[in-house]
């Protein structure tokens, strides 16, 4: 059983190109987090939501609760963008991964 | 900018013996977690860790697995007799509040590999 979906697994987009990465889940939440792991492993998180939508600069992220979507926007994609976007979702203790999508973007 | 810290950045180990990953986590942080991620597979939950104990644990985190607080600044994850299934990246993460709502600052990561 698969608690977090992320769609695409992989993208390739050109330099400039608007991006969507999508989220589903299936459990209760109380907040949804992005994060983004570089290639050399580590982890950052970009945002964390638990309603409507956040914006940081190129990036934004929306939640949908009803439906137990979100989706992590990235407009004017450049290279140094190539990493891997993680959906995670937290109920109290703990937060469970989507498996990721790997973004490449090409010059 | 505080940030997490761990060493070793790779560890290579012999089938059978210990080993003791350790995290520094932001000094004003009150949760702290473990978490792995297995070459080309999802990050995995461990443990996480409150208030001097263990608050929440996966089915992975057995009696293998052990954590501590030694002091003031070091949370370490200790493993007893690693397997060559525990060759993986482990992440120590810390946070102000409980990890569902608040968010997580990652270290950058121990590579332990057991042959």
């Known amino acids: 059983k698969n608690e977090v979906e992320q769609s695409p697994q992989n993208l390739t987009a050109q330099e400039g190109e608007f991006i969507t990465i999508n989220c589903s889940y299936s459990?209760?939440?109380?907040?949804l987090h992005w994060l983004q792991q570089h290639p050399g492993g580590g982890i950052v998180s970009l945002f964390m939501?638990?309603?409507g939508k956040k914006k940081h600069g190129r990036l934004i992220a929306t939640i949908n609760i009803q439906e137990k979507h979100s989706s992590l926007h990235i407009t004017a994609s450049h290279p140094r963008d190539s990493a891997v976007y993680i959906c995670?979702?937290?109920?109290?203790?703990?937060?469970?991964f989507g498996k990721g999508t790997k973004l490449s973007v090409k010059p | 900018e505080p940030e997490v810290t761990q060493t070793p950045s790779h560890q290579v180990t012999q089938m059978g013996q210990e080993v003791i990953l350790r995290c520094v986590p932001i000094?004003?942080?009150?949760?702290f977690y473990w978490y792995r991620q297995i070459l080309g597979q999802k990050v995995e939950f461990l443990v996480s860790?409150?208030?001097?104990?263990?608050?929440?644990k996966s089915e992975i985190f057995d009696d293998q697995f052990s954590v501590e607080r030694p002091d003031g600044s070091n949370f370490t994850l200790k493993i007893r007799s690693t397997k060559l299934e525990d060759s993986a990246m482990y992440f120590c993460?810390?946070?102000?509040?409980?990890?569902?709502?608040?968010?997580?600052?990652f270290g950058p990561g121990t590579r332990l590999t057991v042959l």
């Open positions: 000094s004003n942080h009150l949760y």
């Open positions: 459990v209760g939440i109380s907040a």
């Open positions: 993460a810390s946070s102000n509040g409980l990890a569902g709502n608040n968010e997580q600052f």
């Open positions: 860790f409150y208030n001097n104990e263990i608050s929440e």
């Open positions: 995670a979702v937290g109920g109290q203790g703990n937060l469970i």
């Open positions: 939501l638990s309603s």
